[in-house]
């Protein structure tokens, strides 16, 4: 009897399948910006706990804040806290309606739980995993120096999330100029006072220097460390999640909210894609989210397949099965 036909019937389900629980999956990550919006806009905060909804209202206000606090010295305010609690919600109304901004919040609050998370359960080091420390004694003095200055921005990050703060400084570029609009649409100011607190606001700006321009640096260059870089257990979330995202030609916050879906089908995918074999997937996936199902991914399904089913996926629409 020729088994060829069956096996490669049973090659097709496994793809078809992977295909159908890719596009459920990110069904639900393209919704998460509506269903975000809405507990944002809930004036009794008390009702809902979830303390990454907590996190990023607190980062939308610390956005807002220090906005309003340039245009306070551009204007010359007396009272610049009786300025920010007159202005305040609106402008956060505001920078909640771009969902590019308030993803990027969601992916920062989503990676600070789960880098928390993984210190809890398998002590690798919020801020100094083993594979930095090794960098930041690099004999090449280039990755030296940028692993640690990569530490001193990580050490900041948690920092920041603890006390539910994203500064405008560690923004993406897009992104700051998407705030920047935010604060013009909100009309709370002359133009002249506009465009002077907006000048100083630019002035202080290098997306170069923030912790996201750090890393990515860091992960591009780490040719020699590629196996490593993609062990949670010896990178640490940031820098690993990081290289998954340059590895897979995907976008670092999509990948990080990826990591937290109840569907680990497009991570698995990317680590796929980034050329891990199914039993390092399995065990990767398996120290990230230990209580989630596991996706069947075997060897079968080839980096190239895996990048052609990622660039294919789409969202199941309104009505649908």
Do not use: W, Y
């Amino acid at each position: 009897m020729n088994e060829a036909p069956v096996a490669k019937q049973a090659e097709t389900s496994v793809e078809e399948a992977l295909r159908e629980e890719l596009r459920r999956g990110d069904t639900v990550l393209a919704g998460t910006g509506p269903v975000l919006r809405h507990f944002l806009s809930c004036e009794d905060s008390a009702l809902f706990t979830d303390e990454v909804i907590a996190r990023v209202r607190g980062m939308l206000f610390d956005i807002a804040d220090q906005l309003l606090f340039a245009v306070a010295q551009a204007e010359g305010t007396a009272d610049r806290t009786a300025f920010l609690e007159e202005h305040i919600e609106r402008l956060v109304h505001r920078l909640g309606l771009d969902d590019e901004l308030l993803a990027h919040a969601h992916a920062m609050a989503l990676e600070g739980r789960l880098t928390e998370d993984l210190a809890e359960r398998c002590a690798i080091d919020p801020v100094l995993p083993p594979l930095v420390q090794e960098l930041t004694a690099s004999g090449d003095e280039t990755i030296a120096d940028l692993a640690m200055r990569f530490l001193a921005a990580q050490a900041r990050f948690m920092q920041h999330q603890r006390r539910m703060e994203l500064p405008l400084g560690e923004l993406p570029g897009d992104l700051f100029h998407k705030a920047l609009l935010a604060l013009k649409a909100a009309q709370m100011t002359e133009q002249d006072n506009f465009r002077s607190a907006r000048k100083s606001l630019r002035k202080t700006f290098d997306e170069a220097l923030g912790r996201r321009g750090l890393v990515t640096r860091l992960a591009t260059s780490l040719r020699k460390h590629d196996g490593a870089a993609m062990r949670v257990e010896m990178s640490g979330l940031a820098l690993f999640a990081t290289t998954l995202a340059v590895a897979s030609d995907q976008d670092r916050d999509r990948t990080v909210i990826a990591l937290r879906s109840a569907s680990p089908v497009r991570t698995a995918l990317a680590m796929r894609m980034a050329g891990l074999e199914a039993n390092e997937i399995r065990a990767q996936l398996a120290t990230i989210r230990p209580n989630l199902a596991l996706p069947d991914m075997p060897d079968e399904i080839s980096p190239e397949l895996a990048t052609d089913m990622l660039a294919q996926a789409r969202p199941v629409e309104a009505g649908e099965g």
